[in-house]
């Protein structure tokens, strides 16, 4: 089948970016197009209508493209857990749990296969793939197991765009280098060089470019500005890279920054508001007086909880909430404002039971069977009746107790399982992802701290996130399309 692959000469060179704005393009110009990303590392997963998780990412990139998200969009996804291993998802199912030492010896042949169905069954429906690659393809002692890069690319005789990240310098020197070590058949794939999140006046930069295109004789398609909108990134370091363009915001909210935070795309919604401001905060820093504190999901709940414990974040979050601040937990953030967790089985790598931040009436119980699957509910609170849309993944079950402290706890939403808010609505948990992207349900949340800042109420009559989204899709898109030259992918 036709297919365009998009590597990158570094980790963060805006391959998912690029990938995204191309699955928008082609369908605005009559493509019936779909993302594919063969293997992919992270921890920000979606959960397809048949429960299969994916990299959150190339659900993005269906959205973008205008279809439904499916497991063969992204067969294989590695979720790091620590110590050097991660849990194996081949086709939207856990087969496992590997040491990276051992991944290739163990899954390579099943995940090629995965791939190939994959592949296969895409054909079938879509007239083009926009394929994305992980990390770079020139890791000279990864190549031969590589199982998302040009392995992808010569499968499918793939025209290839190699995406340069230039704000971190070396660009120049980024390109030359990977495509020095790409194989002959690898490098004859590569069509064009994209410049991505360029900054400054083109002018200056073509005297580079002529010198490059000179050198590698492969034209440069494309110089993409710096896109700031705020954007799913695929892993945590996005976070660390994170700039706030907002000033005089009403709200400060604080999100833990975990180990292995999961999910933070929870939170885009909450930062696309103009009157919010949200902080990711490290375990070891001062959590300060923000108007609430929001513990993520993580891929190692335990651990992180231990690590909160340790540097004091913990004690912190209970006095805070003591004083009468909000406190949230989203999954594995809900399991630690609970009262024990125990792994009977050492799930996550080391089997007992931990003391919670008891402050809420819940035990959790992990267990080797997870719970993946899309839900519809109705809202108790912060306001009776309201529709809310989002996903679960988690491999605890959460049991609820009367009460903590003579304090008195109501469901949260229809389903009792889903999550629990105090009678003052000062400490809420929930199972759900994708909370936030309900735009009522996060407007009626936000105005509660508003109304204890003595400020006026924001309208609840908004769109969900995902129309904003869709906003920035096409932002992205037609910013892109401007800069990107695709004819040599397409003819």
Known sequence: MKAIMVVGTTSHAGKSLITTAICRILSRRGWRVAPFKGQNMALNAYVTANGGEIGYAQAVQAWAAGVVPWVEMNPILLKPQGDMTSQVIIKGRSVGKVRAADYYEQYFDMGWQAIEESLKHLSTEFDLLVCEGAGSPAEINLKHRDLTNMRIATYLNAPTILVVDIERGGAFAHVVGTLELLEPEER?????????????????????IKWLEERIGIPVVGVIPYFEEIFPAEDSLDLFERKSYKTNTDLNIAVIRLPRIANFTDFDP?????????????????LGHPDAVIIPGTKTTINDLLLLQKTGMAEAIQNYAASGGTVMGICGGYQMLGQIIADPEGVEGQAGRFQGLNLLPIRTVI?????????QVSSNYPQMGLPVSGFEIHQGRSRIEQQVDG??????????????VDSCQSVWGSYLHGLFDNGPWRRAWLNRLRQQRGLKS?????????EQREQILDSLATEIETHLDLIPFLS
């Open 367 to 375: 267990t080797g069977q997870k719970i993946a699957r899309q839900r």
């Open 407 to 420: 304090q008195a706890y109501q469901p949260l939403f229809d389903d009792v399982n889903l999550g629990l």
């Open 188 to 208: 004859q794939l590569i069509k064009g060089i994209v410049i991505n999140k360029f900054r400054g006046q083109r002018s200056i930069l073509e005297p580079g």
């Open 270 to 286: 909450l930062e696309s508001e103009p009157t919010v401001s949200v902080k990711f905060l490290s375990p070891k820093q001062d």
């Open 458 to 466: 924001l309208p609840t009559g908004v769109a969900n996130y995902r």
